[in-house]
């Protein structure tokens, strides 16, 4: 058995969530927040057997698409004359693939 913790962009949730449940995959959404941006993102957690991880991932992956997000750069906190824009990429999804040590519903 594994753990796939994918963290998602908002935007994509939803169609990650019906996308899983419809490929019969049982999923977990919390709402999270990226340390970097402080912008809300989507956390899933997937349980699923070992042999499932690569189609759950392809799932994952045809419903998260990359975006460029400008925020303050360099200057950040500082006066706002010395701040200027910086654009990163983010997403489409950063996923960990887990091993479960036990798996029970009790
Ligand atoms: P955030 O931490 O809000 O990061 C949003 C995007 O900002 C990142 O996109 C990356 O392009 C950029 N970024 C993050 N940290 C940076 C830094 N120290 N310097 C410059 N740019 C930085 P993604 O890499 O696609 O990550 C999207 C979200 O996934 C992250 O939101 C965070 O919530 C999560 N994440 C990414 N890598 C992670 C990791 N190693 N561990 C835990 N969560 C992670």
């Given at each position: 058995?594994?753990?796939?913790?994918?963290?998602?962009?908002?935007?994509d949730?939803?169609?990650?969530?019906?996308?899983?449940?419809?490929?019969?995959?049982?999923?977990?959404?919390?709402a999270?927040?990226?340390?970097?941006?402080?912008?809300?993102?989507?956390?899933?957690?997937?349980?699923?057997?070992?042999?499932?991880?690569?189609?759950?991932?392809?799932?994952?992956?045809?419903?998260?698409?990359?975006?460029?997000?400008?925020?303050?750069?360099?200057?950040y906190?500082?006066?706002?004359?010395?701040?200027?824009?910086?654009?990163?990429?983010?997403?489409?999804?950063?996923?960990?693939?887990?091993?479960?040590?036990?798996?029970?519903?009790?």
């Amino acid at each position: 058995m594994k753990m796939i913790v994918a963290i998602v962009n908002r935007d994509d949730a939803g169609s990650v969530s019906s996308a899983l449940t419809q490929a019969g995959f049982s999923a977990t959404k919390l709402a999270t927040t990226g340390g970097f941006l402080a912008a809300g993102n989507t956390t899933f957690i997937v349980g699923t057997d070992e042999a499932r991880v690569d189609e759950a991932v392809a799932v994952i992956e045809k419903h998260c698409r990359k975006r460029s997000q400008t925020v303050p750069g360099a200057g950040y906190g500082a006066a706002p004359e010395t701040m200027f824009p910086v654009e990163v990429t983010v997403g489409g999804a950063t996923l960990f693939v887990l091993d479960v040590e036990r798996f029970e519903k009790i």
